[in-house]
Every structure is written in C-alpha cells, then in structure tokens.
C-alpha cells in the first residue's frame, strides 16, 4: 500500500465509526460482526501495518469508504451531517487524547484487561461494549468537548445501545490517531481531495 493508501484506510476507519454510531442512534442496531470489526482495532496495540489494526482487510471499512468518498465528492444528497459532525469531534478529540499522558496510560492498563474479557464473552458481546464503553467514559468524556449523538431517543436510553455508541466513537478515535501518526491532517481532505478520490474510484473499479 502507498502512504496514501493507508491515510484513507485510517480515514475510512473514522468514518466507519460515525456511520455505525449514526445507525445505532437511529435504529438500535448494528451487525455484530461490524461491531467487533471495529472493537478489534482497539485491541491491535503492534501492528506491522495499517491493514493489521484492521485484521488483515479492509472489507469492513466499506460503509466509511463510502461516507469518505461522498465528503470528498461533495456529494450532499448522500451525506449523513450527523455522521461528518461524528467524525469532525473524533478528530479534534483524538488531539486532545493524545495530549493527556494520563489518559493514554489509563486506557494502556485497562486494555488488556479488557482483552482477557474477550476470550470469555467474544468481541461483539454487551459486556465488551460496557468495557470499552466504561474507558471511554474514564478518558474521554473527562474533556470539555463531548460528542452529542442525536438520533432516537427509545434507543439512545438503552445503556446497553449507549455503551456500544461510546465504544465505537473509542473505536473511530483509535483510527484517528493512526490517521495522524501517519501524516493524516486535517487540510489533507481539502487540499488533496483530487487523488484521494481518485484513490477511491480505482478502489472501486
């Protein structure tokens, strides 16, 4: 993979997280093996490269492709504001997170703890969510900015649909920080819209 290449997986990651959040938020629901997809990338702490975080493919990032390819075409009439406002406040958190030595060594601790879970309950199992969940409650709902979710409130109010919605945007926040150790920033998405989406459609062809 080209250093580009990897910048848009990473990216897509980010924007997977936001349009899984979205669904849940409206919908109560997501497949189980989307949700581990991306539960998993909070497990892989020495990848030997991008597609490790993300267990060997890219396959489950497709909806995040999506959502990266109608931001970069401006494609309005296919692009969910909330999902791109999820991912906009993971960014500028993941900044933040990185800051905080604390915080870092917080989730550093807590992780393996929470792999040991895995082995008993399986990624996509409610226990796992409320662990992730619980850190990211611990970490990054300690900083003044909080991602507001909106969608249906029935579901929003369920702990069981929270825990995964906050496990997720945990999950959208590691693909950000791998997105900047990269060389991901921000300005990419405008100044280099013209080979990222040309990146996506030969992807797609």
Known sequence: ???LQ?????????????????????????????LAYMLNTLLVRNPDSTLD??????????EGYTLLKA????????LPRESLRYVVSMLALERQFSRRDDLLE??????????????????SSDNIAASFGGLYQDTISTFKQRIQVHGD???????????????????GIRSARLWRQLGGRRWHILTQRGSMLKQLNARNG
């Open 53 to 62: 975080v993300y267990g060997g493919d890219d396959l489950g990032l497709r």
């Open 106 to 123: 917080i989730a550093g601790l807590r992780i393996p703890k929470i792999e040991q879970q895995v082995e008993l309950y399986g990624l």
């Open 153 to 171: 409130m029935r579901f929003l109010q369920q702990e069981a649909t929270a825990a995964k919605v906050r496990a997720l945007l945990f999950a």
């Open 6 to 34: 990897e910048q848009m997986t990473a990216l897509a990651g980010v924007f997977q997280s936001a349009a899984l959040v979205n669904k849940l938020a409206h919908t109560g629901q997501v497949s189980d093996a989307a």
């Open 71 to 78: 931001v970069l075409a401006r494609d309005t009439a296919n």
């Open 1 to 3: 993979m080209t250093l």
